[in-house]
């Protein structure tokens, strides 16, 4: 089977693209490389999959319509993991206007290809963002998203819409999985994990919202992200969103105190206030997914750290 994966160069994308071809896959990655981060580490991202026979790297932007339309002609995918996007809640306020473009205009330019070129199931890449600051926990699939906090997440709230709206048009199975404080090897430097253990490599702080205190991210390894990816493109269902996160939110002063015991460095804290971007606390109810999926995350917190810091001081501090 032929699958398209966009955004197939990125952090969760990379992984995604590893385990399907892993399992004997055709798989087609879309990636613009563009300078949101060094695109030099999206190549390395790649670095395997590029030497395996079943794999196609296509450098395009999903906005470009007429690109898009070449690659659903020459390769005929049959299932597409749609992870491209700009990422980022607080980077969006500065340029809301680009994530409109890539992360709506660039999902109904994919959502029209798999209309017209009969692709068999689409799994559509959202974030725990579009919950807002909700007081409601844990968070299930059927609570309100209508309150985002970032033009980010009312794009990604957007494109959920969307999905529903081409999959009741046209039947395409379609699955919305939101992502829950995706960590791991390959982590964008922009996101937490990175940005913390770099600062305390280098001796220097780094800015800790609230100081830590009653801020919690449901934190989710890569592996367990991908697995649920994995089996949402198998299962084929009509439409269904689901939550992927670990359900064990951790306290943030929690997660650095970890960090440093798994660094063996000591972190430098500035403390600010929570942004208007940023809710509290992420905090997945995964029962849908376990029930429909099987979806079981396998990684603690305590062990995927020490794995994102073994590919760190291999990955990063060796090219340093």
């Known amino acids: 089977m032929t699958y398209l994966v966009t955004g197939g160069a990125g952090f969760i994308g990379s992984h995604l693209v590893d385990t399907l071809l892993a399992r004997g ?6 990636d613009n490389f563009n300078t ?11 670095a395997w999959a590029t030497e395996q026979p079943g794999y196609t790297l296509v450098e395009a932007d999903i906005r470009d319509a007429a690109a898009m339309e070449q690659v659903f002609a020459t390769y005929r995918p049959q299932r597409v993991a749609h992870l491209a996007a700009m990422a980022g809640p607080r980077p969006s306020i500065a340029q ?24 068999q199931g689409i799994v559509f890449a959202s974030t725990s963002s579009v919950y807002g600051r909700t007081t409601k926990l844990p968070f ?13 997440a009312a794009t990604k709230k957007a494109g959920e819409v969307l999905a529903y709206t081409f999959h009741q048009l046209y039947g395409i199975p379609t699955s919305v999985v939101r992502f829950f404080t995706v960590y791991g090897p390959r982590g964008r430097p922009d996101m937490t994990p990175f940005l913390f253990v770099d600062r305390m490599v280098r001796g220097e702080p780094f800015i800790l919202f609230n100081g830590g205190e009653e801020l919690y991210r ?24 689901f939550n ?29 206030p ?6 509290p606390i992420t905090y997945a109810d995964t029962g849908k997914a376990q029930q429909l999926l099987g979806y079981a995350p ?10 994102f810091w073994e590919w760190y001081r291999v990955d990063v501090l060796n090219m340093a």
């Open 140 to 152: 299930v699939e059927t609570d309100s998203t209508d309150w985002p906090l970032s033009p980010y």
């Open 25 to 30: 896959e055709q798989v087609v990655c879309i």
């Open 244 to 272: 992927l996160g670990n359900s064990q939110p951790v306290l943030m002063q929690h997660f650095v105190e970890l960090l440093g015991q798994v660094t063996g460095y000591a972190p430098l804290i500035e403390t600010r």
């Open 274 to 279: 929570l942004p208007a971007t940023d809710p």
């Open 96 to 119: 809301p206007a680009l994530y409109e473009a890539v992360n709506v205009a660039g999902t109904v330019t994919l959502l029209e290809l798999t209309h017209r070129y009969n692709v």
């Open 218 to 241: 449901d934190y989710t390894y890569v592996d367990d992200i991908v697995a649920g990816v994995v089996a949402a493109l198998d299962a084929g269902l009509p439409y269904e969103i």
């Open 298 to 307: 396998q990684t603690r917190v305590e062990d995927g750290l020490a794995r």
């Open 36 to 46: 949101y981060y060094p695109p030099y580490r999206k190549r390395r991202n790649i």
